[in-house]
């Protein structure tokens, strides 16, 4: 390998052999030391010890001076390799994953047919001193090893062609990370990378000065820097599972309730493992632990030696998850849904060439690549399932979970699913787990672990060893076996030290590091395309969209008197039934928008969906929405029946302002569906909230009740308050003829009438009177006259008398609520607004716990 002088001494050409029979595969050893790398076909050695040190008398000679003289020994049996430290002076570090831990003197680390990275010497950079690797692939091809010499500058590492060192990994960045020579040293940078850069298990957030055979490694790439070269090989084995005492409770009346009793097995890289079991036996509890979903569970998870709980969101881009119902969207064509999904999860810098690419790949795997431009509503269940599984395999993870993925399919396409997972884990390098209900097609599995009753690991093993191990001849027995006695069958599973695992804790790798995810401006993007892409597939909702301000709009043209803008009632009923439409539509338009698709949103959740982004474009898409719908109700109403005469109290034209209005209003009872539908589990129940709180806001705007004292305060938490106040003022609804003015106006002429009437009867009495008067003067004149002794009277005329008296009708108050005030149509403007986003606030806030959300 390379053309530097090979100095080390291997295996001695006299235990060369004939292939061995019992080799599976090729398998091969490479030492990097002072000398440089070399590569050798363990497959051509015969089983036996073979020592590893500096003395001459070793196997192995070792070019080093960190190393001990006899430092180890590597033993090669049937095929598989074991490694032993030999009391070290250093000792020896083997690597798990992204750490190296030591290995004990004297043990045997290895034989599962893993590769094995092992550090001798020291586990870190020392100046001046060269650590040795040893590097065993297992069972793999040869000469896998690559050797890149290293120029001057920056030498680049990514998926683009142009990079000097090219990874054809889908989630690896077109230009992902680079080496760089700055003053006769060299460092590795990560370019900010979505998946990242771990130099000797760690991630690294900026430049690292290499030294001599440091690892550093690119999702499943690993590079060997050594002077002016870097080795780098690509892993293709997958992703092991070993799982130690994985353990859960739940609290139950009186306590405590276990659903996962210390579960201890392993999974083979690209292994395809069935869980089985009877129902509520722990297998989706086993499931979602043992993916990291799951974080309330204690034990631990190893992912290729990774403590997979700890270091979740490091991991998570590796692991799939298709959960039990669909995580696709009905109302979009298949090749949409993926094209989205690839934009959120694939790195940003991937081109839509490369995504077009991906999604035909992984239509192909799943076989669907017929269905691409159909829609998934018109799939069929199985195609749906297999759509579903599309969408997790987009971002080529190592590590695929499916809950019950064939639960409700017909026996064909069960086996025919199952056949597909199976050759993605074979083909495509997946380890795949899976819960299943159904036994059939289990030998399709490599493995198959049962549960038993309280969570508790009665078989993992091979399909074939069940019954064996059951010592029965029918699987389905194997469920009542397991019911009878679930404790002691799992007694009898671990004392057979079948799939054991090795008792080795390994040390936390330290503090987790975020991985670098499409940015949250690149995912509004992608989610306000998506979230319109669904609205626009979906006719009938389109046309109940925007057919609902329209006819609302019409009916209310019908019902409005002419001389609407002139009476005070009239016109108040009108904006009133205006108002409380915009309510009705907004909280109609998405009181089902995010809890009909929690399932995915849990999922995209669990990924890298920032949910503060998600809300938004949620608010964008409706945003625009009730604008329009403002547009078509107000523009309606005006259009047909006129416009108020009066001028808007912000905007000079009052319409324009009743439009603003409107649309804040629908706005506001968007925001408030939003939160509803992000608090409710279920379309339904949001449903059965909805007509609450309609009445609630059509009891509170002070129109239909006089509102005062608690529930005047009451009312300024509704939207229908504050819109009313608006728009009332809006349309000056206080300079309108106020109420009772036709009663008024007849009660003042009857009372005009009556005072006529009284002083007509007063000047007819009066009349009367003077007339008696005089008469009576004329009677005592004559009988004066008579007696001779004459009488006189002066004439008599009485004052004239009328009753002066005016109609005052009772004055009538101006309505508090219509006082127009640019202060205060702004204050009502800005409660709608700031509710609406009070609402987004909370909705994101409740929408978190999803997280925590078993099922
Ligand atoms: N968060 C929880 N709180 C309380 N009990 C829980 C919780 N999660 C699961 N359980 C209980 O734990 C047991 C195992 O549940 P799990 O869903 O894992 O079973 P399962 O084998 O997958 O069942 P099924 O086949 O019916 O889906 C059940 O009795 C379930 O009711």
């Not at 499943?220 to 992703?239: A, S, W």
């Not at 299943?436 to 493995?447: A, G, P, R, S, W």
């Not at 409107?662 to 939003?674: N, P, Q, R, S």
């Not at 909805?690 to 305060?713: C, H, M, R, W, Y």
Request: hydrophobic share 35%; with cysteine; net charge negative.
């Amino acid at each position: 390998m390379g053309d530097r002088e090979e100095k080390t001494v291997l295996f001695d050409e006299s235990m060369l052999q004939q292939y061995q029979k019992n080799t599976t595969g090729k398998s091969s050893l490479v030492i990097v030391d002072g000398s440089g790398i070399q590569e050798y076909d363990l497959s051509k050695f015969v089983d036996g010890a073979y020592t590893f040190g500096r003395n001459e008398n070793n196997s192995i000679r070792l070019n080093s001076s960190i190393v001990s003289g006899n430092h180890g020994e590597l033993y090669l049996q049937e095929g598989r390799c074991y490694i032993r430290d030999n009391h070290s002076s250093n000792g020896s570090y083997l690597a798990y994953g992204t750490q190296f831990i030591q290995m004990a003197p004297d043990q045997y680390y290895g034989g599962d047919g893993r590769d094995m990275i092992v550090r001798l010497g020291t586990n870190h950079s020392m100046d001046g001193i060269d650590p040795v690797l040893l590097l065993y692939n297992g069972q793999q091809k040869e000469g896998r090893w690559k050797t890149y010499s290293l120029h001057d500058g920056d030498n680049s590492i990514g998926r683009a062609a142009d990079c000097d060192i090219r990874l054809k990994n889908v989630a690896i960045s077109r230009y992902h990370a680079g080496v760089r020579k700055v003053k006769n040293q060299f460092y590795v940078f990560d370019n900010g990378s979505t998946n990242g850069v771990f130099v000797n298990g760690s991630r690294i957030v900026k430049p690292y000065c290499l030294s001599n055979k440091d690892i550093f490694t690119i999702l499943n790439t690993t590079f060997i820097y050594d002077g002016n070269v870097l080795y780098y090989k690509v892993n293709p084995e997958g992703i092991a599972l070993e799982v130690h005492d994985l353990n859960k409770e739940v609290p139950a009346k009186g306590g405590k309730k276990t659903i996962l009793d210390k579960v201890s097995l392993s999974i083979g890289a690209n292994e395809f493992v069935a869980i089985i079991g009877g129902s509520g036996a722990g297998k989706t509890t086993l499931m979602t632990a043992m993916s990291g979903f799951d974080s309330k569970v204690t034990g631990h998870v190893y992912c290729n030696g990774t403590d997979l709980h700890e270091n979740f969101q490091t991991l998570k881009n590796i692991i799939g998850f298709v959960p039990q119902q669909d995580i696709i969207y009905e109302n979009i064509t298949l090749k949409k849904m993926l094209y989205y999904t690839a934009k959120m999860k694939m790195p940003q810098d991937t081109s839509n060439q490369e995504i077009e690419e991906r999604i035909e790949e992984v239509l192909r795997m799943v076989e669907l690549s017929e269905h691409k431009d159909t829609y998934i509503r018109r799939l069929s269940g199985g195609q749906k399932k297999r759509a579903s599984i599309a969408v997790e395999l987009l971002a080529n993870p190592g590590l695929f979970f499916l809950d019950e993925p064939t639960s409700g399919l017909d026996p064909g396409t069960e086996e025919h699913l199952m056949r597909t997972l199976s050759k993605l884990s074979k083909e495509q390098e997946k380890t795949i787990v899976m819960v299943t209900h159904t036994i059939n097609n289990l030998d399709l599995c490599d493995k198959v672990i049962i549960m038993g009753y309280g969570g508790r690991l009665c078989y993992c093993g091979s399909p074939a060893g069940i019954k064996d191990f059951f010592h029965t001849d029918n699987l389905v027995k194997v469920y009542d076996i397991i019911t009878a006695d679930s404790k002691g069958w799992e007694t009898q599973f671990k004392m057979s030290g079948i799939n054991a695992v090795s008792g080795q804790v390994r040390e936390s790798n330290g503090e987790a590091i975020k991985p670098r995810t499409v940015s949250g401006f690149a995912q509004l993007g992608i989610l306000v395309r998506r979230y319109t892409t669904l609205i626009m597939n979906d006719v009938q909702r389109l046309a109940l969209i925007f057919g609902q301000p329209l006819i609302i709009g019409l009916l209310l043209t019908l019902v409005a008197r002419s001389g609407i803008y002139e009476l005070f009632t009239e016109t108040q009923s009108i904006l009133f039934t205006l108002m409380s439409g915009g309510i009705w539509m907004g909280l109609l338009n998405t009181i089902q928008e995010v809890n009909k698709e929690r399932v995915i949103l849990k999922r995209e959740y669990m990924g890298n969906l920032k949910l503060p982004i998600y809300m938004l474009s949620k608010y964008i898409v409706q945003g625009v929405i009730s604008l329009i719908q403002a547009v078509i109700l107000v523009l309606t109403f005006v259009l047909i029946k006129g416009a108020p005469d009066c001028k808007g109290v912000i905007f000079s034209n009052a319409t324009v302002e009743i439009i603003v209005l409107i649309f804040l209003t629908i706005y506001a009872a968007a925001g408030m569906g939003l939160l509803l539908s992000s608090i409710t589990k279920s379309a339904d129940r949001a449903m059965a909230i909805a007509p609450f709180v309609l009445i609630v806001q059509l009891i509170f705007s002070g129109i239909l009740f006089e509102l005062n004292g608690v529930t005047d305060k009451l009312s300024y938490l509704t939207y229908s308050r504050w819109a009313m106040e608006s728009i009332g003022s809006t349309c000056d609804l206080n300079s309108l003829d106020p109420p009772g003015q036709e009663e008024s106006e007849q009660v003042e002429e009857q009372f005009d009438d009556l005072v006529a009437t009284c002083n007509d009867a007063i000047a007819e009495m009066q009349e009367a009177y003077d007339e008696k008067i005089n008469e009576l003067q004329d009677a005592v004149e004559t009988y004066s006259a008579l007696a001779n002794n004459p009488q006189t009277f002066e004439e008599y005329t009485s004052e004239p008398q009328t009753i002066e008296a005016e109609y005052e009708p009772a004055e009538t108050e101006e309505n508090k609520m219509y006082v127009r005030s640019k202060a205060r149509t702004v204050r009502s403007w800005l409660i709608l607004y700031g509710s609406t986003f009070l609402c987004a606030g909370v909705s994101v806030l409740v929408l978190r716990k999803l997280k925590d959300e078993q099922r």
